[in-house]
């Protein structure tokens, strides 16, 4: 008998003001998010800790007009009622925000609340987002020149195409926000003029801007610099969490490099930060760091790095497997090597990865049906077996520790300035160059310089 009544009991329903609820989340946040665009759908849990059936009597966004949508189990806002969680069960409570058009040009606060009712109580769950208004262009063409200003983020859906003979420029402070599936393919002309300060740099990034998607890599495809494409330059650009953050194929069309780095960061690229394929890159104080494979240049081509950061660590995202740094003069088709002429300068730089299965941070493939001209001077690299073909290969600081400022891998922190405590081998050690300035707009010495993109000061 105490079984079936308990048993019935467990069917009956709860009707005291004493009942309890348990919800999961008090505040549901969602980061920047773009008017027009929506967002991520995020959660959360009404919870009956009751040994009784209970019955909600609604479940209600409180805005009038609200720019949050809710779900309760299937059943669509903004107010779902009668409600009915068994004993000791839950139900979900999916909420989306969707942003409107505005002219103001900062970021705004959208609040609302979701009111959940039962048994004569209310329980509160507060929505905070912050929107902003953004420039929003699918499948975009630049057919003829064309300029970006910063007076509004760029939001890129399905893809931004750079015809050739046309020329993008993106002046500094620009903010670009690339959706999961919009590459920015460019067979005319790219250039930007960020400038050195944090807020006058120009960035490109997925336009997932909550946690934990804002920091995920191969969150959009990466800039592809294609066989027509000529004259690219990146003055100050900071290129985030791309597949291929910056691919090249095909040599330039006129005497020129086909990219032209300065000052620039590439950083977190699921598969690569730079690949090229037999194209022609001068880089100069640029940072290229935590990537599947930092730099690949096959298949030949013409490069020079100078005072460049090329560095990984095996990270919560990306398993340090490749090394940072591997060039070659050709690449294999049908089982046949394809070789073209190589030229490769590499001059004041560090090569270093940690915390992976690589002992060769630097690695040489040489074919001898092509050109194999390949130097390093003044470089700290970390590789065991030396990579052959290097001629001339001077003043090389090998295996030893290039003693970055702070490394803290568990909470992906990574600052690659360098100590003085202890003294960073990378100090004092570079060659004189025409670089006078460091990745932070900082002076270089005329005298010895440090190795890497940045100087210490």
């Known amino acids: 008998m105490f079984i079936l009544f308990s048993a019935c009991r467990k069917d009956t329903f709860i009707n005291s003001a004493d009942a309890r609820i348990r919800i999961t989340a008090d505040t549901v946040k969602y980061d920047t998010v773009f008017t027009s665009a929506g967002s991520i759908t995020q959660s959360f849990k009404i919870v009956n800790e009751n040994n009784q059936k209970l019955k909600i009597s609604s479940v209600k966004s409180m805005g009038a007009g609200s720019a949050y949508s809710i779900n309760v189990d299937g059943v669509s806002g903004p107010a779902v009622n009668d409600l009915e969680i068994e004993a000791n069960d839950s139900l979900y409570v999916f909420v989306q925000v969707n942003v409107n058009p505005d002219a103001n040009n900062l970021p705004f606060v959208i609040r609302d609340s979701i009111q959940i009712s039962f048994n004569g109580n209310n329980d509160w769950v507060q929505l905070e987002a912050w929107g902003r208004n953004a420039h929003f262009l699918r499948d975009k063409q630049v057919i003829s020149d064309e300029i970006w200003n910063n007076d509004l983020p760029y939001v890129i859906l399905g893809y931004l195409y750079i015809n050739p003979g046309s020329t993008l420029t993106i002046n500094k402070g620009c903010r670009i926000y690339a959706h999961a599936d919009a590459a920015v393919i460019v067979d005319g002309t790219l250039k930007i003029n960020g400038e050195k300060d944090t807020a006058d740099r120009v960035y490109f990034r997925g336009d997932r801007l909550d946690d934990p998607y804002k920091n995920y890599p191969a969150s959009w495809p990466g800039i592809f610099f294609r066989s027509s494409s000529q004259d690219n330059v990146l003055n100050y650009a900071v290129i985030n969490n791309a597949y291929q953050a910056l691919a090249l194929q095909d040599p330039s069309l006129n005497p020129n490099p086909k990219l032209i780095l300065n000052e620039t960061i590439v950083d977190n690229a699921y598969d690569a930060g730079i690949i090229s394929l037999n194209s022609s890159v001068r880089a100069t104080n640029c940072l290229i760091s935590n990537c599947g494979k930092n730099i690949v240049l096959a298949q030949g081509g013409d490069y020079q790095f100078t005072h460049c950061t090329v560095v990984s660590y095996s990270n919560n995202f990306i398993l340090h497997k490749d090394p940072v740094l591997y060039l070659s003069n050709y690449i294999t088709v049908n089982n046949a090597p394809v070789a073209k002429d190589l030229t490769a300068v590499f001059i004041n730089n560090i090569f270093w990865g940690e915390?992976?299965?690589?002992?060769?941070?630097?690695?040489?493939?040489?074919?001898?049906?092509?050109?194999?001209?390949?130097?390093?001077?003044?470089?700290?690299?970390?590789?065991?077996?030396?990579?052959?073909?290097?001629?001339?290969?001077?003043?090389?600081?090998?295996?030893?520790?290039?003693?970055?400022?702070?490394?803290?891998?568990?909470?992906?922190?990574?600052?690659?300035?360098?100590?003085?405590?202890?003294?960073?081998?990378?100090?004092?050690?570079?060659?004189n160059t025409i670089t006078i300035l460091d990745l932070d707009g900082n002076p270089r010495p005329v005298g010895k310089p440090d190795l890497g993109c940045y100087e210490k000061q």
């Open 355 to 431: 915390n992976g299965s690589v002992d060769d941070e630097v690695v040489t493939g040489k074919n001898d049906g092509a050109q194999f001209n390949v130097s390093f001077d003044s470089n700290l690299w970390k590789v065991k077996t030396e990579p052959p073909g290097i001629n001339p290969l001077v003043n090389v600081i090998n295996n030893q520790a290039p003693e970055f400022d702070s490394i803290d891998v568990n909470k992906g922190y990574y600052d690659f300035h360098l100590k003085t405590d202890p003294l960073s081998p990378a100090i004092d050690n570079g060659i």
